[in-house]
């Protein structure tokens, strides 16, 4: 088999059951990548990676917030509780924070994701327009329930973030130095 091997165009597919154990590798890697490029794949994995990036975030934030933790009013002072008590409050409250952070994070990639994959395949084209326009819209449709100068707003503040990340990130994509010595 050519290097090409079966997905080069040049032999038809075997049935799975027929292929040996390199080529259902081989057919299982090009299945999968297939499916990351795929707009539901590329949606999918950016609300997992949202949830699990906003999960470290809430972690880190509500480990910073201690005085008194969340539904606890009748509480003057955590310090006033005794050690048990205090850690219970505060692994039950971090995991809470956690969770609801990376609740937001996961539906925020899921969305900015989605529309600016549906965005791209409409136009058939992949430039800064796409990002903008997918931040503009999942800006304005998070906050379109505060009343219209919300959701204004909130399409500016998104597409600025989406067209900042968008520039470094394609800054960053610059081929590397051909050696160490190279700048």
Known sequence: MSS???????????????????????????QMIEFMQSCPGKTAMAGVTGFALGGFFGLFMASMAYDVPVGTASVNH?????????????FSDMGRR??????????????????????ESLRAKHDIYNGVSAGCITGAGLSIKAGPQAALFGCAGFAAFSTAIDLYMSSESAAPPANDYDE
């Open 4 to 30: 090409f091997g079966m997905f080069g165009g040049q032999q038809p597919q075997k049935p799975f059951a027929e292929m040996t154990q390199e080529e259902q590798a081989e057919a299982g890697a090009k």
């Open 98 to 119: 956690s969770y609801s952070s990376a609740k937001n994070f996961g539906y925020i990639g899921f969305v900015y994701s989605g529309v600016e994959c549906a965005i």
């Open 78 to 90: 955590i310090s006033e509780l005794p050690f048990k008590q205090q850690m219970k409050l505060q």
